[in-house]
């Protein structure tokens, strides 16, 4: 079982910037499509940003795009999403999940494709 350990969550302000971090035991990691999910109170766990396993494809949610970035370093089996410029509506709880081998534009953001993931972390943007 991988463990998948998120970190980084807090309350911040709207407009501020936050950098999630998400760390692997996983010694494969580096064979891994690595994403965020997040889920707001009363909703479904929507997909927010995956990456593939060399680092170089990422996809993001129309509602993330030119606002966050995820990126990773395999060196040391970690998955990182930078968010800047913050909006209330990002209030949620994100969650780091890793899948085996590449995905596409189309199946990067289905959650079903993932088989491991962490515990969350969570991110409060006030008003």
């Known amino acids: 079982q991988v463990q998948l350990v998120e970190s980084g969550g807090g309350l911040v302000q709207a407009g501020d910037s936050l950098r999630l971090s998400c760390a692997s035991s996983?010694?494969?990691?580096?064979?891994?499509?690595m994403a965020w999910f997040r889920q707001a109170p009363g909703k479904e766990r929507e997909f927010v940003a995956s990456?593939?396993?060399?680092?170089?494809?990422?996809f993001g949610a129309d509602s993330v795009k030119g606002r966050f970035a995820i990126y990773r370093e395999n060196a040391n089996n970690t998955v990182y999403l930078q968010m800047n410029s913050l909006k209330p509506e990002d209030t949620a709880v994100y969650y780091c999940?890793?899948?085996?081998?590449?995905?596409?534009?189309?199946?990067?953001?289905?959650?079903?494709?993932?088989?491991?993931w962490g515990q969350g972390t969570q991110v409060t943007v006030s008003s």
């Open positions: 999940a890793a899948a085996t081998g590449y995905c596409t534009i189309k199946s990067c953001g289905d959650r079903r494709l993932y088989r491991d």
């Open positions: 996983k010694r494969s990691f580096n064979l891994n499509t």
């Open positions: 990456v593939s396993p060399n680092g170089v494809n990422t």
